[in-house]
């Protein structure tokens, strides 16, 4: 490396950096594909939970309620029923398609995580991580997230549905 001149081994850094930029701009397309197909398919769920709930149940509980008269339930009874069974149906659906637009993203915050840790990295600011030091640092590091994430929100003044700590 002594008979090296400085601009060679700036240059070679330079070009590494760019091979590292690149691939990383590479792996967050490949992630951001994978979840937007993601979402694509929660938000198709989601719809079909709309659908669902506008538009089939009418037929299904007017027959419901016909059934549960004819076996001698009071009518004001059989309508309950049919709309504690649609209710759950309904929020079966949702909480499935919840499930699944809530997988989506992670893979776009492990990539963010790399790319911060490999920034800190060039310049010259992370400590040398061992292998145990690492998942540490990584739990660590996305605590540190969610805390922005939760300090931001705060400041927007915007609350998650469901969330009764802004209650």
């Given at each position: 490396?002594?008979?090296r001149p400085l601009a060679e081994i700036i240059q070679g850094a330079t070009e590494q950096a760019r091979a590292v930029a690149q691939g990383t701009v590479e792996l967050v397309k490949a992630q951001l594909s994978r979840d937007g197909k993601l979402l694509a398919a929660?938000?198709?769920?989601?719809?079909?939970?709309?659908?669902?709930a506008t538009c089939i149940p009418p037929l299904l509980v007017a027959a419901l309620v016909c059934g549960l008269v004819a076996m001698g339930f009071w009518p004001w009874a059989a309508c309950l029923i049919a709309v504690a069974l649609v209710v759950l149906i309904c929020a079966g659906t949702a909480l499935?398609?919840?499930?699944?637009?809530?997988?989506?993203?992670k893979g776009s915050r492990q990539t963010l995580d790399q790319v911060k840790a490999s920034v800190a990295?060039?310049?010259?600011?992370?400590?040398p991580r061992t292998e145990a030091g690492a998942e540490g640092q990584a739990g660590a590091e996305g605590q540190a997230d969610d805390a922005d994430l939760t300090s931001a929100k705060d400041k927007a003044g915007a609350a998650e549905p469901g969330d009764e700590s802004a209650q």
């Open positions: 490396m002594a008979g929660g938000s198709g769920l989601m719809v079909g939970a709309l659908v669902f499935a398609a919840k499930a699944i637009l809530k997988r989506a993203g990295a060039f310049q010259g600011t992370a400590a």
